[in-house]
């Protein structure tokens, strides 16, 4: 007798997901609650595991087809199977590939059954997967894994990691990639295009001197870290400036819902994170009441499981406003785009010694661009212009945000 494989429930309002690759093929050995396939929303990728121990069964569906809620895409008979590293990886899950001379075996990342977020690391990195020791169930290689072995300076030669995935090469060694999008790039493609075309956005600037709050992360830092098992950084004064200055000018943390305006008394801060699949955005609830330690303790949180795929479709539905920090990747400046239904972003950029004009006299100071983009629907110029002069008020004197000024 065989088990259903049916798709779990995906959170709230999602109702559908793509099938992005079959981790279990036919005839394999399956434990109970071991991932057998990987499931990509328009938010997260998640794994399905097995409801059973026994035999894989025939797949239901195919690599990137889209599945609802509740539906069969497999099942799992009774018996023992064949362990899934005897077993050549059948044609269905090896990706399509059109080289001058096949790979001999073992030697490609095609010939290991790979989550998708690794295999996308493994090919980021050019890292060579048979190479490395697994240490997930059943000797799976992690995410971890891979980064471990890249710091040991396991990177493998362009060749053997770029051969699985070339559509043709040339004698002169030009090629191209053809590769399907995933759900998640798909639908922040649409959105950032739907925010575009819906919101009236407009961009305003400032600069702020980072000198006082760079003082008092220096001096606290290591008295910080003893106290709260977490580092000091620059984004718990941003997340509480911007937390007042939204109290100052609510009209930045509302959004247009047909034809009225819904004015909050609560600060959902959405963080945008790097993952190893792309940018995340998860909120960090009720911000304004958090203390710095607090929001500091929550994004390192967050960025530890965005690395981990761990973050849930609720860990990024509901922000009613959006720090985007381009500085970290050494972005001067730019325009950040609206991420609806929310009606402004804020952009912080890096830091770096400028010259500046303090009391008559020319001074080398800490400077750092903040770009607030805005929908001019619902938000004045003074408004935004207000906001952002808040938050860079309350960063070039930190006093402020103990004294709520």
């Known amino acids: 007798m065989s088990t259903e494989i049916k798709v779990p429930a995906l959170g709230e309002s999602i109702s559908e997901a793509t099938l992005g690759q079959w981790l ?33 069964g025939a797949h239901g569906v195919k690599e990137g087809d889209t599945v609802s809620v509740g539906a069969v895409i497999g099942s799992i008979g ?6 899934a590293a005897s077993k050549p990886e059948s044609a269905a899950s090896a990706p399509a590939i059109v080289a001058p001379a096949p790979a001999p075996a073992g030697d490609t990342p095609g010939d290991l059954t790979l989550s998708p ?48 995935i070339a559509v043709a090469s040339a004698p002169s060694g030009r090629g191209e990639e053809r590769v399907r999008m995933t759900r998640l790039r798909q639908t922040v493609a649409r959105r950032l295009k739907e925010a575009q075309n819906t919101a009236a956005m407009l961009t305003t600037f400032n600069d702020v001197d980072m000198t006082e709050v760079m003082a008092a992360r220096a001096k606290y830092k290591d008295l910080f870290e003893k106290k709260h098992g977490v580092r000091l950084g620059f984004m718990g004064f941003f997340t509480k400036a911007v937390c007042m200055a939204l109290k100052d000018v609510p009209a930045v943390n ?14 959902d801060i959405s963080v945008a994170v790097s993952a190893p699949n792309g940018l995340v955005v998860p909120v960090l609830r009720d911000a304004q009441a958090r203390s ?3 929001i500091e303790r929550g994004i390192g949180e967050f960025g530890k499981r965005a690395k981990d795929g761990t973050l849930t479709i609720e860990d990024m539905t509901g922000g009613t406003f959006t720090i985007s920090n381009g500085g970290v990747f050494g972005s001067l400046l730019s325009t950040p785009i609206i991420n609806p239904p929310q009606s402004a972003v804020l952009g912080l950029h890096r830091i770096e010694d400028r010259p500046v004009v303090r009391d008559g006299q020319i001074v080398i100071r800490p400077m750092m661009y903040l770009a607030l983009s805005y929908d001019h629907r619902l938000i004045d110029g003074r408004e935004a212009v207000t906001f952002l002069v808040a938050v860079k008020n309350a960063i070039e004197d930190p006093t402020r945000l103990l004294i709520d000024l």
Do not use: F, W
Not at 27 to 53: F, Q, R, Y
């Open 117 to 164: 977020a690794v295999r996308r690391l493994v090919l980021e990195l050019r890292i060579d997967p048979s190479k490395i020791r697994g240490t997930g169930k059943d000797g799976r290689l992690t995410k971890e894994d891979v980064l471990e072995a890249a710091k040991q300076g396991g990177t493998a030669p362009a060749s053997a990691v770029e051969a699985p």
């Open 78 to 83: 009774e018996g023992s199977g064949t362990p």
């Open 254 to 267: 509302a959004t247009i819902e047909g034809d009225e305006i819904v004015y909050r008394n609560y600060a």
């Open 292 to 294: 710095v330690a607090e």
């Open 24 to 56: 279990k093929q036919p005839g394999e050995a399956v434990a109970a609650d071991e991932p057998i396939a990987s499931l990509e929303t328009d938010k997260v990728a998640i794994e399905v595991t097995a409801p059973v121990a026994g035999v894989m």
